[in-house]
């Protein structure tokens, strides 16, 4: 039997604001355990939280960013549950009436189409603290600086057919919120996490069959991978005659397999109330509308603009803007680059392929976009050879210099002058009789050797069109 992955994700995007969401606490990261804290945010009784206002404007860049609906008025809930992590007892979130319902983002999927993906909901929450097991210690300690950081969650409809459809979604998520700058999205430091529903039925059937909700997916490479897994281990239970149960399972990337974590016995009850410490948020529509109009241009829209306005290919344009900086990066370098398509070459081929060995992010490149444009400058101008910018790039990154400087410094500069050409192309004639001979009787493949041998004796700075071109005349 054939079967069909159905998969929703609920993705926690954790809010760049300066303050927590009801207390006035810093969210810098990295302070010494438990220093940023107050009454509010450790739970203690009879102090009433506020909300950071700040929190409901970037949740409202991103319900408007995803074609939501904003609900006029939502409301924060308390769910119930108890752990060390979480001081009050209960965690504010929203469940009946969220923030913002009934979004949509589309997708690039597999077959080259546009794949629209719903957005159930958008809630506002506060995170819960965290739990530091150190082996050297009798005890787990906890560290409270995380609790009362705002988060939203993003939940989207069981609208995903396979992992890379996932996988895609799950990024264009991540880069709607940096386009947004309300949250980093980096999945392996947690500020952005993601949770996996899957479930799987037999092709053409209509009714979902039972999910497993995957935990602990922190990288997109783990977030494909444990999907793919929890696919096919549901298939063999299926195949075996057996039932899927629903569960939560968590994924285990040194081992790439995921075990049961809880059962659905033993789910938790929430018990969710509406919270009587705080009033409904409401939403003004002249606010809604200013929030509306100061949004920044999105990755779609973006895109769309990079295939129309510089005449890129649809899938040039997605790899330019998928990330805000590295499309900031590229029109930076258009300002000094003299062709579009040789900037994109450029950019999504040597400056990626650097960055990613070297495990870096765009705005660390040592590669000004001003100074790469320069270059492409220099090899449009004829001043270098397209093989020889290779040479200057690598300085480049070493030092971070000028090109210009990197070329003359170095005696670089490609060799055009005719005579001078002429005179090594003569040299390099004579030393070959045999080959010349060979040439002249039909054997045109040993012209590249000739230029071989030009380049060669000009370390490779001849102007490889002129070489051709008296090459050509001397051997006729
Ligand atoms: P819960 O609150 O228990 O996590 P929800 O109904 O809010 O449950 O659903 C959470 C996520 O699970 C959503 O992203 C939704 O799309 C997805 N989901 C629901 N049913 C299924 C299913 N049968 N198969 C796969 N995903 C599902
Ligand atoms: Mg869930
Ligand atoms: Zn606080």
């Known amino acids: 039997m054939e079967f069909e992955p159905v998969i929703g994700l609920e993705v926690h995007a954790q809010l760049k604001t300066q303050t927590k969401i009801f207390c006035g606490c810093s969210t810098a990261f990295g302070a010494p355990p438990n220093t940023h804290v107050c009454p509010v945010c450790l739970g203690m009784p009879g102090v009433l939280p506020v909300l950071n206002r700040e929190v409901l404007a970037f949740s409202l860049r991103m319900a408007l960013s995803t074609?939501?609906?904003?609900?006029?008025?939502?409301?924060?809930?308390?769910?119930?549950?108890?752990?060390?992590?979480?001081?009050?007892?209960?965690?504010?979130?929203?469940?009946?009436?969220?923030?913002?319902?009934?979004?949509?983002?589309?997708?690039?999927?597999?077959?080259?189409?546009?794949?629209?993906?719903?957005?159930?909901?958008?809630?506002?929450?506060?995170?819960?603290?965290?739990?530091?097991?150190?082996?050297?210690?009798?005890?787990?300690?906890?560290?409270?600086?995380?609790?009362?950081?705002?988060?939203?969650?993003?939940?989207?409809?069981?609208?995903?057919?396979?992992?890379?459809?996932?996988?895609?979604?799950?990024?264009?998520?991540?880069?709607?919120?940096?386009?947004l700058d309300i949250c980093d999205g980096n999945l392996e430091e947690g500020s952005f996490r993601c949770d996996a529903n899957i479930s799987i039925r037999p092709v053409g059937a209509s009714a979902f069959g039972t999910r497993a909700e995957l935990k602990n997916l922190n990288s997109f490479r783990h977030v494909e991978k444990a999907i793919a897994y929890e696919i096919e281990r549901q298939k063999e239970v299926l195949l075996e005659g057996g039932a899927v149960v629903q569960e939560t399972r968590l994924w285990d990337p040194a081992m790439g397999r995921s075990t049961s974590m809880r059962g659905k016995e033993e789910a938790h009850d929430y018990r969710y109330f509406p919270d009587p410490d705080l009033l409904p948020v409401v939403v003004d529509e002249d606010w809604?509308?200013?929030?509306?109009?100061?949004?920044?241009?999105?990755?779609?829209?973006?895109?769309?603009?990079?295939?129309?306005?510089?005449?890129?290919?649809?899938?040039?344009?997605?790899?330019?803007?998928?990330?805000?900086?590295?499309?900031?990066?590229?029109?930076?370098?258009?300002?000094?680059?003299?062709?579009?398509?040789?900037?994109?070459?450029?950019?999504?081929?040597?400056?990626?392929?650097?960055?990613?060995?070297?495990?870096?992010?765009?705005?660390?490149?040592?590669?000004?976009?001003?100074?790469?444009?320069?270059?492409?400058?220099?090899?449009?101008?004829?001043?270098?050879?397209?093989?020889?910018?290779?040479t200057v790039f690598e300085e480049m990154v070493k030092t971070g210099q000028d090109p210009k400087a990197i070329v003359e410094a170095k005696g670089l500069e490609q060799v055009s002058d005719a005579g001078e050409l002429e005179a090594l192309v003569a040299r390099v004639l004579a030393a070959a009789p045999d080959e010349v001979a060979a040439y002249r009787q039909g054997k045109k493949k040993l012209m590249g050797f000739f230029v071989g041998q030009v380049m060669r004796e000009t370390r490779g700075q001849a102007n490889p069109k002129l070489v051709n071109e008296i090459l050509k005349r001397e051997l006729q």
């Open 67 to 179: 074609g939501c609906r904003v609900n006029r008025e939502s409301r924060f809930a308390r769910k119930n549950y108890f752990y060390p992590d979480l001081p009050k007892g209960y965690q504010i979130s929203q469940f009946e009436l969220p923030v913002a319902e009934h979004g949509e983002i589309h997708i690039d999927a597999s077959d080259g189409k546009l794949r629209r993906i719903g957005i159930t909901r958008i809630h506002m929450e506060e995170d819960a603290g965290k739990l530091v097991h150190d082996p050297e210690w009798p005890v787990s300690r906890v560290d409270l600086n995380r609790t009362g950081v705002p988060l939203i969650e993003i939940v989207s409809e069981p609208d995903l057919r396979s992992p890379e459809e996932a996988g895609a979604y799950l990024r264009k998520l991540r880069s709607i919120v940096r386009y």
């Open 288 to 390: 809604l509308a200013a929030i509306r109009d100061a949004l920044p241009e999105l990755p779609d829209a973006r895109q769309q603009r990079f295939i129309d306005e510089y005449g890129l290919t649809a899938y040039d344009a997605e790899r330019l803007t998928a990330d805000c900086d590295l499309g900031d990066y590229f029109e930076a370098c258009l300002a000094h680059a003299p062709q579009v398509k040789l900037a994109a070459n450029w950019i999504l081929g040597d400056l990626m392929a650097w960055l990613n060995a070297e495990n870096l992010s765009i705005t660390e490149s040592s590669v000004s976009p001003e100074y790469l444009g320069q270059l492409l400058a220099l090899i449009d101008g004829g001043r270098i050879s397209g093989k020889i910018a290779k």
